[in-house]
């Protein structure tokens, strides 16, 4: 059975005739004797199971058929406009590329108007295909119409690189498979589109190159991502050139034997193909040598084996950071590290259970008041706006004054309450050890545990605190010039703000 | 609470897989060689190599390759690229003792050098110990104290205060306090506090992103010999309002903990 309604709808009018017989049997076995005997009954369960069977398999097919119908139909409508787009192109170099997505479409609605929609959604991906090739093509067409200045001006990101830069993609990357990897087959295919290619023998690479890593991609897929970046390459050599970037360096494989192909190269051209709009193997040769972390490259001969892991969060944390800092240099983008907030929120959950549960509605009538007005600051600068933000904060601070007071009494009690337990302990076991020493050690060791309780929750903070005094003495004296030179990399306006605060120790 | 001790090569060579260079509340001079005999780069990176190796925290197997332990990764993914650090900065002459803490995902980690060069890690349970960790640090007054003695002025004001209190000049700094709207008992809790402080120090609360410190919230923290601690901050820009607050080690933990949780309900 498919999931095509026709054959669902089919099945579903074969139950009431199975009921029929099913009740035919039962009426002719209690006819004869009033008792169903055994051959009776197995015949009885068989068509019972039948229906049973029967119904489950509608109701299967039946989800199947309702989901593909859902995914074709926002699909289809995402479609649309890029379909759109394909009609209004009159350029008589894609007319042959036109036809054959309009071919497709008349299969995609033949399918669509007998309701079969598994073939439907089949035909409309691979329709999904041709369009986003074609319009791809279009694209590099008028990209290489363009003059470099002209190039240098324009962003060629692709339209989702805001997801590259986020804990999810890093977590996937992890994992993810890249067809080739590794494989001498991958690795003599880069080498030779690293010298470039043109007319029989791009094809022919591609080819090869396709039936390593695809299909899909399929070689013409490839084709229009090897045109976007020879593209991508002009612009690199341009805003490199004007930011003095230096030259992009090749691989040395006498160094690296292993690193083209490799797993690290490849995960480093995923992240800027991804970002780019190109397959990774071509986002590798943009910067060949990304991927490449850590002081290992450095260290051949003097430690047995240089590279990390590539799935070591360490070795992809470095990649991504070197990817991000690729697309800053060469190409102007990069939304940089997208954190959010939420991502420590766990970490400062137990901070916020010690607030009154009205502080949220203390912050609530500022929410809206600051949240963005810091991004027009920034960018704007607007002394009015500046003003106002800090209206906003001023008033903010001081509508907090129970929500710290509240949480300043639990801390306080937190910070006691282990010494006045310790205390109680003593004095009550002392007491009882007068009178009776067996006794006096069964309740100290209840009140220890009871102690040991309250501990587990307050030691750690009671702990922290004495920690801190501690590690007064066990801390180096250092000599700096200004307080804001210890911080490292900081925004606009951060070190002047931290330096006119420590005026007051520091003069 | 769990403390390990590492060299500066062993963090500088695992810094280096991540890609950093900076680590927000120290920059990157603390982790590089300071003196000949350390040696060039090369040789510190393999001395880090073999520390780390020696130490378990670097391991190779046959299956995995080279990878560090989880401990270190979370440790260094977290100096790298924190969400906050809060950087603690204890007045020692003309010079200063630091404590930073660093928030990421879910760790919360402290960071000390001590004198022979060695950094000390911990691990914290929470924000609300880490914070604690950093006011005993900064030597806070333990007595919890009422809340609203404050003084809301502005930079000038309190620049001239303090430099009327710090060159000795003790009435009139006790009077453009009482001026400010002080008490006579709490103006000349804050002069001493700033001019003869027994602790002094600052708390810095840094917003980051990209491993760079974008926005801080930085509070002085000056205590008296009497156990009276005055932390001075600015809650906007230094244009707006600057305000001199009675405080101890409660107090400024609540600060700073409602300061961070509001930071996240307006940021988020």
Known sequence: ?507 | MTTITMHPSELAYAFSYSETVDVVGWGRDPFLPTTEADGDPKTWYADGAARLSEAGRLVETPDKGLNFTDEVVSAVLTLADPALVLLAQRKEGDGLRRLTVHMAKDTVLGMTRHPDGMFELTRYADLTAATLACVGFLGAARSPVQAGTRIDSNQEALNAVHQLATKGQTDQAVASLVKLGASAQDAASIQRAMAEPATAGMLSILYCSDNVARTARPYSIMTTADDETWILFSPASLEGPMVIERSSVSALTARVLVEVATWLKISA
């Open chain 1, 1 to 507: 059975m498919t999931s095509n309604i026709e054959t669902i709808r089919n099945a579903e009018a074969q139950i009431p005739q199975l009921r029929d017989q099913l009740r035919a049997l039962q009426a002719e076995a209690r006819a004869n004797d009033g008792v169903v005997d055994d051959e009776e009954q197995a015949e009885i369960n068989q068509v019972e199971s039948l229906i049973n069977t029967t119904q489950q398999l509608i109701t299967e097919k039946l989800r199947t058929w309702g989901a593909n119908k859902t995914a074709y139909e926002k699909l289809r409508t995402k479609l649309a406009t890029d379909l759109g787009k394909v009609e209004a192109n009159e350029d008589a170099a894609f007319g042959q590329d036109k036809r054959a997505i309009s071919v497709a479409v008349s299969k995609v609605d033949q399918a669509a108007s007998v309701e079969d929609y598994a073939t439907a959604l089949s035909r409309t991906q691979e329709l999904e295909r041709l369009v986003d090739l074609f319009l791809k093509q279009v694209e590099n067409e008028r990209l290489n119409g363009l003059t470099t200045e002209e190039l240098m001006e324009i962003s060629l990101a692709d339209e989702n690189i805001d997801e590259v830069f986020t804990e999810e993609y890093m977590e996937a990357l992890m994992t993810i498979p890249l067809k080739g990897e590794g494989t001498p087959e991958l690795r003599d295919v880069i080498k030779k589109i690293e010298k470039g290619l043109s007319g029989a023998n791009r094809t022919e690479v591609l080819t090869e190159l396709a039936e390593i890593v695809g299909e899909p991609p399929t070689v013409a897929d490839l084709d229009a991502d090897y045109a976007r970046f020879l593209i991508l390459c002009k612009q690199r050599d341009a805003i490199g050139k004007e930011g003095e970037k230096g030259d992009i360096d090749p691989v040395d494989e006498k160094l690296h034997p292993d690193f083209v192909g490799s797993r690290e190269q490849l995960m480093f051209g995923k992240v800027l193909g991804d970002a780019l709009g190109i397959h990774e193997v071509f986002a590798t040769l943009l910067s060949p040598t990304g991927g490449l972390v850590g002081p290992g490259n450095m260290l051949i001969g003097s430690v047995a084996s240089p590279h990390l892991s590539p799935d070591n969060p360490v070795a992809l944390h470095g990649t991504v950071h070197d990817a991000a800092g690729y697309l800053d240099s060469f190409h102007d983008e990069g939304p940089g590290y997208n954190y959010r907030g939420s991502e420590i929120e766990a970490m400062v959950t137990s901070a916020i259970e010690l607030l009154p549960q009205s502080w949220e509605n203390e912050i609530l009538p500022f929410t809206g008041q600051l949240s963005g007005i810091g991004y027009w600051i920034v960018e704007a600068g607007d002394e009015y706006i500046e003003a106002r933000f800090d209206e906003g904060l001023v008033a903010l601070e001081q509508a907090l004054e129970s929500a710290r007071d509240g949480a300043s009494d639990q801390i306080d009690e937190i910070v006691s309450a282990i010494e006045d337990a310790k205390q109680e302990l003593s004095d009550k076991a002392d007491a009882l050890r007068s009178d009776m020493e067996d006794a006096a050690a069964e309740a100290a060791q209840d009140l220890q545990d009871l102690v040991d309780e309250a501990q587990a929750e307050m030691l750690e903070a009671s702990d922290a605190l004495e920690d801190g005094f501690e590690k007064v003495s066990e801390t180096v004296v250092e000599t700096i010039e200004n307080v804001s030179d210890a911080v490292g990399s900081f925004g606009e306006g951060v070190g002047e703000k931290l330096d006119a605060i420590a005026n007051f120790i520091w003069n």
